[in-house]
């Protein structure tokens, strides 16, 4: 008798177990999501805030494990400021890059990165700026008139963000948070995004459209891990707004590090409507994202506005992650 029950036992045990496991899977799976969430509030809570403040939050990662990730996204952004001239920078190396004046109205260059703010010649022959200015993370480069007028700023920036980290039955489920953006990841299934970068495009009512991006950039101080109550505090860093006004031949672009199919759906996303406009031969008429130069976005997006005045809002937020 004890050898049927023992024997019966076993079999329901083999009968449920994928069943249980399962159910253990989507309760871990959903607990990530959950901190994800409560994540996202925050830094977007903290992001907003003046800096030095942020908040203290407490998660539940039994299952999960928080970590920093570096260097995920580099986004270049560029955009005359007036209409006088149009401005390339290129050529870069660790001393010098080269800028093209359409009108040769540039005359000097200020940089402004981790180390500061320093102010340099162009080289009216060449168009050389050699410089001693170190080029790596962040910067922003503004083109100055002979009058010290800005005519032109060109922005790079390299975004971290978070990651979390699930067991489940069939290996690791990811969670990334970069920029604004949710990218998804189970061990067995392609990548999913189910929350992209804060690119926003308007019509205005008072006539004219507006172009802008919030980008977040996360930076983790020591190790974070996982523990049932993970104390972490969210602090601002202060940001940046390298643009904020009226702009002209605006041109952005993003690699995305996280997985190579990452950053060709976000060109996806952003000109799906020019996709449509392209398709049905209405692109004279059409005001919104539109590829810079090759349809893929490969080269960058810039603004379609026939006839319009394009205004141009750029906010970089930095906020610190640490127990």
């Not at 963000?161 to 061990?187: D, P, Q």
């Not at 997006?301 to 906020?319: A, L, R, W």
Request: aromatic residues 8%; hydrophobic residues 40%.
């Amino acid at each position: 008798m004890l050898a049927m029950v023992v024997s019966i036992m076993g079999g329901v045990w083999l009968l449920l177990n994928p069943y249980i496991s399962d159910f253990e899977d989507n309760t871990n799976w959903n607990a990530a999501n959950g901190i994800a969430d409560r994540l996202e509030d925050r830094i977007d809570v903290a992001a907003d805030s003046p800096d030095g403040t942020g908040i203290r939050h407490k998660l539940g990662m039994r299952t999960s494990m928080l970590q920093g990730v570096s260097n995920l996204e580099i986004w270049s952004i560029s955009a005359d400021l007036q209409s006088t001239d149009i401005v390339k920078i290129s050529d870069y190396n660790a001393s010098s890059f080269a800028v093209e004046s359409v009108n040769s109205t540039a005359t000097k260059v200020v940089i402004h990165n981790q180390n500061g703010i320093t102010e340099y010649a162009i080289d009216q022959v060449s168009g050389l700026v050699s410089h001693n200015s170190q080029l790596t993370d962040w910067y922003v480069i503004t083109v100055l008139n002979d009058n010290d007028e800005p005519i032109h700023r060109s922005v790079k920036y390299t975004i971290s963000g978070l990651r979390i980290i699930t067991s489940l039955g069939n290996g690791e489920h990811e969670i990334y948070l970069i920029n604004n953006a949710r990218i998804e990841h189970f061990a067995d299934s392609a990548w999913e995004i189910s929350k992209f970068p804060r690119v926003e495009f308007d019509n205005l009512a008072t006539g004219g459209v507006r172009l802008s991006i919030i980008l977040t950039n996360i930076e983790v101080n020591g190790s974070l891990g996982s523990a049932n109550q993970l104390g972490i505090d969210i602090i601002s860093q202060g940001s940046i707004n390298p643009f904020s006004g009226q702009c002209y031949n605006i041109r952005y672009s993003l690699t995305n590090s996280v997985a190579p199919v990452i950053s060709p759906q976000y060109d996806d996303q952003w000109l799906a409507e020019y996709t449509l406009n392209r398709a049905s031969g209405t692109l004279d008429e059409f005001t919104g994202l539109a590829p810079f130069e090759r349809a893929s976005g490969y080269d960058g997006i810039t603004v379609s506005s026939p006839g319009q005045p394009i205004y141009f809002d750029v906010s970089i937020n930095e906020v610190v992650v640490e127990q």
